[in-house]
């Protein structure tokens, strides 16, 4: 641009000046800027995903829920000892629950009918397990399912529980899964791509010898149980990028074996693992912000 042009450039003051460029074409007609529609994000991603991001009146109620789903699950955890049974442990929710002006998602939910309030995962079963009378023991490990519905709004957390001493292989997978939650965690922000979430927890899965379960997601939650979008925690091609106001679950399924699952025909609920072999999860409530994201169930302390 030589400085006749950028004489001309400072000293425009209508659209009917020549452009700037030098193309003796008024500005209007040629480097002007094109008016067209503001696009809303919100109205995209409601639309074209079926994503609803939260105003801020939501996203405070689904804060407050997700804070009652992890104290109760905390309290929870810490009743967990040998020789406790998963159904006084679900018995123990219903209490918690009733205290905290909540109730349990669970209940109820889906077909069949889930016919407790918790899930707990024992050992090989990776996710849905119903609570009845086994009684926990030493080197078992559990995982404890919550999802807490206050004012209409919901918060969902899992945490696993080691009992007394377990074996090297069990504690490699509750391990590992906690490597993948917290490493995955990490990445979100606004404009990180879903897929990128499955990228981590993969390679973090393949270092430690273990396998990422693909037949069940995280999902959006907040003013539903289960909403749009689904987060795969293992490779793929999810481009959807990640906006401001979405909240979802960050819940890794990860196995010491195969990553393959098989569901209990008895119940229609309880997922194993194909091999038998142990299973681990844990999971947070996440808030992406302007900035990165916030854990809404932090556990306490």
Request: hydrophobic residues 35%.
């Amino acid at each position: 641009m030589d400085k006749q042009i950028i004489i001309k450039f400072f000293i425009m003051i209508s659209r009917n000046d020549l452009c700037f460029c030098g193309s003796n074409k008024k500005w209007k007609k040629c480097h002007f800027p094109q008016k067209g529609p503001i696009e809303n994000p919100e109205k995209k991603y409601l639309t074209n995903y079926g994503i609803l991001i939260k105003n801020r009146k939501q996203i405070e109620g689904i804060r407050q829920a997700s804070k009652v789903a992890a104290i109760i699950l905390d309290k929870l955890v810490k009743k967990a000892k040998a020789g406790i049974t998963t159904l006084e442990l679900d018995e123990y929710s219903i209490e918690l629950h009733k205290k905290h002006n909540a109730f349990a998602a669970p209940l109820n939910y889906g077909h069949p009918p889930f016919p407790k309030s918790i899930c707990t995962s024992l050992n090989e079963v990776i996710c849905h397990g119903i609570p009845d009378n086994t009684k926990l023991k030493d080197g078992d490990i559990l995982n404890i399912d919550v999802t807490s519905v206050v004012d209409g709004y919901y918060g969902d957390t899992s945490r696993m529980v080691m009992i007394g001493k377990v074996d090297e292989e069990k504690k490699r997978v509750v391990d590992t899964s906690y490597e993948c939650m917290i490493e995955s965690i990490k990445i979100l922000k606004p404009s990180v791509k879903i897929l990128e979430i499955g990228n981590v927890i993969e390679k973090v899965a393949e270092k430690n010898n273990c396998s990422v379960v693909y037949q069940f997601v995280g999902h959006g939650v907040g003013v539903a149980f289960h909403e749009p979008p689904q987060i795969q925690f293992n490779y793929n091609n999810n481009q959807i990028p990640l906006l401001p106001g979405m909240t979802f679950t960050i819940e890794p399924m990860i196995n010491a074996g195969k990553k393959e699952a098989i569901i209990d025909s008895s119940d229609n609920w309880t997922a194993r693992t194909i091999d038998n072999k142990a299973s681990a999860q844990w999971e947070h409530t996440i808030l992406i912000t302007e900035n990165g994201c916030e854990i809404l169930t932090q556990y306490p302390n």
